[in-house]
């Protein structure tokens, strides 16, 4: 039987041998690695629904600025399937992708649709799947009308314009602004790529996603699994997590049809507002 | 010790290398940042002509005028028509309405309906003798036209009571030199049909306008005259002003329609299909937005020996599409045209034509 004192001397040597060092060593390295090396997370972010409101712009927007200050999120799968929303919201979005892409790969994987502004958002990103049959494309923009001022004895303005905010005619003239902005963002991201001139991509026409891979309007058919696979692999990931970001408030609805163009009318009232949104007209 | 202290840093240098090289096997390279350049963004300002109306020197001197169609529920504002109502005053032509109330066959023709009379008076007739009287006297409370209600009776019995009191009120309502159809949304009656047939064949000028934003039921009438309004618009994605639906247009068939005319823009027009009645012509860039077959597309169209305008447009007759490039001009010879007689030549020509067929 070992004696106190003999113990006492065994573990003396045990701690400082070479052994116990090179132990030391491994689960220091093994804590500290914990720190320094967080597990790597790929992050689903899903863009859908008509994208209306600036409030559910600006959650989408929140979204992307924690996938981008987040040191363990090293690579960004936008999920989209949205007909697109308001022009400014779209622009807000594509804009913050593009600042999102400059620090972390961002992969695009379109589900049902990704028209007109779904699409203006889908072209900020490094690389875009979509399936077979999915909707893309939709190029351009649509303006309610200003209407004409109804004079009202009762109140002033002060200046013609003050409430109606620009002439029919302006607000034609914007709007082809506009469509120039969209389609020059499309070429400008898609580069070599893109096989469509500017008029075709003006005709606004939604494209099958087999049509869409011919066209240039995407890099591949694919799932939101190999969009993940490809943000983890343009991130330099050899294994990795998902994390899927949600909404805190519930995606607006889907449909979007004339009665709903018209509760948009209403909304904007007089003020012209420029939209990025594919919509069914009957 | 320092070779003890250096042991365990290569513990954890291998431990954090192990880690990193199991999670990674390389780093992101960002794209290049590129921004679109907004600066190359513009939209030119419309083209404004300067106009100055110059009236045709073929317009009648006679006292002439225009009817306007207000009576099938017409899908446009009067207002919208100033511009053309404006260069139709400034040519002496007076200008009136067709309402729902008013006779069609009496506004055109100056004619009354023969049947009206008629079925009004049939049933006092089969009831009683003393009734014959009293539909004048129903008549009657209308005071504005108390001369007509002394003529009606009379024009049942016999015709010179209709020769009798014309010579002051046929100098008043004279029939009118043309005729405006703007968007009906209302079909025209047979009786209706014919009674327009028989104002185009005798010399009187027929204005069919219509517009592919608005409902319209003008095919009902502009068939009778072998115009198809198609329910399509016209766009160009080429070369066009501001907007692919507002298409310039420079091919024209020369005729009192299209003289002096260079270039004009049509603003959300649609094309009239007809057998040979294009006047003006859609460029080779101009695709129909229904009609994918390539034939000449035609938004405005004149047929019936020049007595039968079609126009699928109306907005550029409109404030302030007036002005851009030579639309002003087009109204005024519009104007011209339908403050102009049919030229008798023609129609002698035609009359000679028909007869040796």
């Known amino acids: 039987m070992f004696s106190l004192g003999s113990t006492k001397r065994l573990l003396r040597r045990w701690f400082i041998s070479i052994p116990f060092f090179v132990l030391l060593g491994l689960i220091l390295g093994g804590l500290f690695s914990i720190l320094v090396i967080p597990r790597p997370n790929i992050a689903t972010i899903p863009v859908s629904g008509p994208i209306l409101s600036q409030a559910y712009a600006d959650e989408i927007s929140n979204m992307l600025q924690h996938a981008r200050d987040s040191n363990n999120i090293k690579g960004i799968v936008l999920r989209i399937d949205s007909p697109g929303g308001g022009a400014s919201a779209i622009e807000q979005i594509y804009l913050d992708v593009l600042r999102l892409r400059q620090q972390k790969p961002v992969v695009t994987s379109i589900g049902t649709m990704a028209a007109s502004g779904g699409y203006h958002v889908a072209v900020a990103s490094n690389f875009i799947y979509a399936e077979p049959a999915s909707q893309i494309g939709g190029i351009g923009a649509f303006i309610s009308l200003p209407q004409p001022e109804e004079l009202d004895e009762n109140i002033g303005t002060t200046g013609p314009f003050k409430a109606t905010g620009k002439s029919r005619r302006k607000a034609i003239s914007h709007l082809e602004m506009v469509r120039q902005g969209f389609v020059a963002v499309v070429r400008l991201q898609r580069g070599d790529r893109l096989k469509l001139s500017e008029e075709e991509l003006s005709q606004a026409e939604l494209h099958m996603g087999v049509e869409s891979l011919r066209f240039g309007l995407i890099d591949e058919i694919g799932t939101r699994s190999d969009a993940i696979e490809k943000a983890a692999n343009l991130a330099g990931l050899r294994n990795y997590g998902v994390v899927e970001f949600q909404f805190k408030t519930r995606a607006p609805s889907w449909s979007i049809d004339s009665s709903d163009l018209e509760a948009l009318k209403s909304q904007t009232g007089l003020i012209p507002k420029y939209y990025y949104l594919y919509f069914e007209s009957r | ?357």
Do not use: C
Request: glycine share 4%.
């Open chain 2, 1 to 357: 010790m320092i070779k003890r202290i250096v042991i365990v840093l290569i513990g954890i240098i291998v431990v954090v290398l192990g880690r990193g090289f199991f999670f990674y096997s390389g780093f992101y390279t960002p794209l290049p940042s590129e921004r679109t350049s907004y600066e190359d963004i513009f939209v030119p300002p419309a083209p404004l002509v300067e106009f100055s109306d110059n009236i045709s020197d073929n317009i009648s001197e006679e006292e002439r005028t225009v009817l306007i169609d207000l009576a099938h529920d017409n899908n446009f504002d009067v207002e919208e028509l100033n511009v053309l109502m404006l260069r139709l005053i400034s040519r002496d032509l007076s200008i009136k309405f067709l309402d729902a109330e008013d006779d069609l066959k009496k506004e055109l023709l100056g004619e009354e309906e023969e049947e009206e009379p008629l079925v009004e008076k049939e049933p006092p007739a089969e009831e009683e003798p003393p009734a014959e009287e009293e539909p004048p006297a129903e008549e009657e409370p209308s005071a504005e036209e108390e001369p007509s209600a002394e003529e009606e009776p009379s024009a049942e019995e016999e015709p010179p009571a209709e020769e009798e009191p014309p010579a002051e009120e046929e100098e008043e309502e004279l029939p009118p030199d043309a005729f405006i159809i703007v968007s009906p949304q209302l079909e025209f009656s047979d009786k209706d049909k014919k009674t327009i047939n028989e104002f185009v064949d005798n010399g009187g000028k027929l204005l069919l306008i219509a517009d592919p934003t608005r409902q319209s039921n003008i095919n009902n009438i502009s068939l009778e005259f072998g115009l198809i309004f198609e329910p399509d618009y016209l766009y160009n994605m080429k070369e066009n002003e501001i907007n692919y639906r507002n298409i310039f247009v420079s091919d024209f068939e020369e005729n009192e329609i299209t003289k002096n005319l260079e270039k004009i823009v049509l603003y959300v027009a649609g094309s009239i299909s007809s057998d040979e009645g294009g006047i003006v012509f859609a460029d080779q860039n101009t695709f129909s937005s229904v009609i994918e077959s390539r034939k000449r597309l035609s938004p405005i169209a004149l047929v019936e020996e020049a007595k039968v305008l079609a126009v699928h447009d109306l907005t550029f007759m409109t404030e302030p599409y007036n002005g851009t490039l030579d639309n002003n001009q087009l109204i005024a010879n519009i104007a011209d045209w339908l403050a102009s007689p049919v030229e008798e030549e023609d129609e002698e020509e035609v009359g000679e034509e028909e007869e040796k067929e």
